[in-house]
């Protein structure tokens, strides 16, 4: 039995209304074509418990600062995010924006500055149009409701549609729910999370152990995410938990944990393989399964580099049953195998087994790659480690799309 169905826990696909206490606004602020949904806003009646995860890159966005320093310093139970513009790498001024945008959020909202976070995603070095952006917030604010779709839509940019995801669990003796959104296509390689995304719940949560556990989820979840091996300088994932449901407050060592951590993994994992599924360009979502490695940060770092290779994801893209990209971005991971002791499927069609090619069917095994979802697993020998990682083949749109991305 799966932890999901363990505990209960109900994971419902796509973009479904918030949970009790929380809203959302969107508007087309004119920051992208005319007419285009370009700013949302998420915002709960409730003060929050919040916590974030960022990019490692050198290079970090404006905005990504601003809600670092709003998050560490205090709580935050508001976002207001753009898409269209980064603000990224544009210097003091990019600094000066990011915290107008909390401004006019907060004045619309009715709370305080530093209870507003922001994100911002789309094209780097540009200023931001500022008259364009603070009408987009305040016609967002004045737009909340509890449906999500809108604000779903606000955050896109080159993604073809919307993703989302709401789990429901008890947690003392509460129904409570946690529903997120995500955004990301291209610059897919995070080190901490996807491009953007954003979980809400009405759980009531203590505000260190939701951080600790953003933390965690993220490195099963997004971390395991690659489209093009390029990181963000804006990733950002932000989790909000205002307490409506009226349930105790969860703690690391409450014994609703593992329940409330089950269904806020859930949602991230949902969210994650809908990236990987939306990749730039891309026509199959690849799941990459290892099992039988020395732990789960060897079986991590196996199962991404297969998922991030070029040659796999090529080869997927062909329907091209080579066994052999696969053995060998294993061999590039760093983590330690015997190459004698590996059986690689395709779907459910062994390719590889004790250290030469198996006996298998060319058609059987291409076939196992044509489908929209491709499953390519290792089986090892060496301990009880195992874990997933989630790509995208690479075809001749990804480099369409980004050969004019700016112009």
Same mark, same amino acid.
């Not at 990749?279 to 979502?285: I, P, R, S, V, Y």
């Given at each position: 039995?799966?932890?999901?169905? %363990?505990?209960?826990?109900?994971?419902?696909?796509?973009?479904?209304?918030?949970?009790?206490?929380? *809203?959302?606004?969107?508007?087309?602020?004119?920051?992208?074509?005319?007419?285009?949904?370009?700013?949302?806003?998420?915002?709960?009646? =409730?003060?929050? #418990?919040? #916590?974030? &995860?960022?990019?490692?890159?050198?290079?970090?966005?404006?905005? =990504?600062?601003?809600?670092?320093?709003?998050?560490?310093?205090?709580?935050? !139970?508001?976002?207001?995010?753009?898409?269209?513009?980064?603000?990224?790498?544009?210097?003091?001024? /990019?600094?000066?924006?990011?915290?107008?945008?909390?401004?006019?959020?907060?004045?619309?909202?009715?709370? /305080?500055?530093?209870?507003?976070?922001? #994100? *911002?995603?789309?094209?780097?070095?540009?200023?931001?149009?500022?008259?364009? &952006?603070?009408?987009?917030?305040?016609?967002?604010?004045?737009?909340?409701?509890?449906?999500?779709?809108?604000?779903?839509?606000?955050?896109?940019?080159?993604?073809?549609?919307?993703?989302?995801?709401?789990?429901?669990?008890?947690? +003392?003796?509460?129904?409570?729910?946690?529903?997120? &959104?995500?955004?990301?296509?291209?610059?897919?390689?995070?080190?901490?999370?996807?491009?953007?995304?954003?979980?809400?719940?009405?759980?009531?949560?203590?505000?260190?152990?939701?951080?600790?556990?953003?933390?965690?989820?993220?490195?099963?979840?997004?971390?395991?995410?690659?489209?093009?091996?390029?990181? *963000?300088?804006?990733?950002?994932?932000?989790?909000?938990?205002?307490?409506?449901?009226?349930?105790?407050?969860?703690?690391?060592?409450?014994?609703?944990?593992?329940?409330?951590?089950?269904? &806020?993994?859930?949602?991230?994992?949902?969210?994650?393989?809908?990236?990987?599924?939306?990749?730039?360009?891309?026509?199959? =979502?690849?799941?990459?399964?290892?099992?039988?490695?020395?732990?789960?940060?060897?079986?991590?770092?196996?199962?991404?580099?297969?998922?991030?290779?070029?040659?796999?994801?090529?080869? $997927?893209?062909?329907?091209?049953?080579?066994?052999?990209?696969? =053995?060998?971005?294993?061999?590039?991971?760093?983590?330690?195998?015997?190459?004698? !002791?590996?059986?690689?499927?395709?779907?459910?069609?062994? $390719?590889? +087994? /004790?250290?030469?090619?198996?006996?298998?069917?060319?058609?059987?095994?291409?076939?196992?790659?044509?489908?929209? %979802?491709?499953?390519? +697993?290792?089986?090892?020998?060496?301990?009880?480690? +195992?874990?997933?990682?989630?790509?995208?083949?690479?075809?001749?749109?990804?480099?369409?799309?980004?050969?004019?991305?700016?112009?």
């Amino acid at each position: 039995m799966n932890k999901f169905a %363990e505990y209960g826990i109900k994971i419902l696909p796509g973009v479904a209304a918030l949970p009790e206490g929380f *809203s959302c606004g969107a508007a087309a602020g004119g920051i992208r074509e005319e007419g285009r949904l370009d700013v949302g806003v998420l915002f709960s009646e =409730l003060p929050c #418990a919040s #916590a974030g &995860v960022y990019t490692r890159n050198a290079v970090k966005a404006a905005p =990504l600062l601003v809600t670092r320093e709003a998050i560490e310093g205090g709580d935050v !139970r508001a976002v207001v995010a753009n898409s269209g513009n980064a603000n990224a790498a544009t210097g003091e001024r /990019g600094i000066a924006d990011a915290r107008r945008m909390q401004e006019v959020a907060a004045e619309a909202l009715g709370v /305080g500055s530093g209870e507003v976070a922001v #994100a *911002s995603t789309g094209v780097v070095g540009e200023y931001l149009p500022m008259e364009k &952006v603070a009408r987009g917030i305040r016609g967002a604010c004045e737009a909340l409701g509890r449906g999500g779709e809108g604000f779903a839509r606000a955050i896109l940019t080159t993604d073809t549609g919307t993703k989302g995801c709401v789990a429901r669990c008890e947690v +003392s003796g509460r129904d409570v729910e946690v529903w997120g &959104v995500a955004k990301g296509s291209g610059m897919i390689h995070p080190n901490m999370g996807t491009m953007l995304a954003f979980l809400a719940t009405d759980a009531a949560v203590e505000k260190k152990y939701l951080q600790e556990l953003l933390r965690e989820a993220t490195r099963r979840t997004f971390n395991r995410v690659t489209v093009d091996g390029d990181t *963000s300088p804006n990733d950002m994932a932000i989790a909000l938990a205002n307490g409506a449901a009226g349930n105790v407050p969860v703690a690391k060592d409450s014994p609703d944990h593992p329940a409330f951590a089950a269904a &806020v993994e859930g949602v991230m994992r949902h969210l994650a393989r809908e990236i990987a599924r939306d990749g730039e360009g891309a026509t199959k =979502l690849i799941e990459v399964s290892v099992e039988g490695a020395r732990d789960e940060e060897s079986a991590a770092a196996l199962a991404r580099a297969v998922a991030g290779s070029n040659l796999v994801k090529a080869a $997927v893209f062909g329907e091209d049953a080579n066994w052999g990209r696969v =053995l060998v971005a294993m061999g590039y991971s760093g983590a330690p195998f015997d190459p004698g !002791r590996v059986e690689i499927r395709f779907g459910d069609v062994v $390719v590889f +087994s /004790g250290g030469e090619p198996a006996a298998y069917d060319e058609a059987e095994a291409g076939a196992a790659l044509s489908g929209e %979802e491709v499953r390519i +697993s290792a089986r090892l020998d060496e301990g009880d480690g +195992s874990a997933e990682a989630w790509g995208c083949d690479l075809t001749h749109g990804y480099v369409e799309i980004n050969g004019s991305y700016r112009t």
